[in-house]
């Protein structure tokens, strides 16, 4: 059975930084795409960012230029570095990933909390 593990979340103020971690139980090397997500209190889930097999990066207009997508292959680790926090970026944020096999995984979120 797959699983993505989630950790690194936590509380920081308004312009720190966190970088989540999501740990998968088999290799990811040759996975379709990897993605972040986030929900925030009393809203929908939203796509936050996403990396594809070949390295390609793409982010929602809300994050970039301050959160990076990257990939540890040899450590079935997906990250998301996320510097100059805002507030607004409070939510439990999901990690998700499409197998080879077109499979749809998700991790079960860590909290990330930012205080003003």
């Known amino acids: 059975q797959v699983q993505l593990v989630e950790s690194g979340g936590g509380l920081v103020q308004a312009g720190g930084s966190l970088r989540l971690s999501c740990a998968a139980s088999v290799s990811i090397f040759s996975w379709n795409r990897l993605r972040w997500y986030r929900q925030a209190p009393g809203k929908q889930r939203e796509f936050v960012a996403t990396?594809?097999?070949?390295?390609?990066?793409n982010y929602a207009d809300s994050v970039k230029g301050r959160f990076t997508i990257s990939r540890d292959n040899a450590k079935k680790t997906v990250y998301l570095q996320m510097s100059s926090l805002k507030p607004e970026d409070t939510a439990i944020y999901y990690c998700?990933?499409?197998?080879?096999?077109?499979?749809?995984?998700w991790g079960q979120g860590t909290q990330v909390t930012v205080s003003s």
């Open positions: 998700n990933g499409e197998g080879v096999t077109g499979n749809d995984y």
């Open positions: 990396l594809g097999r070949g390295g390609y990066a």
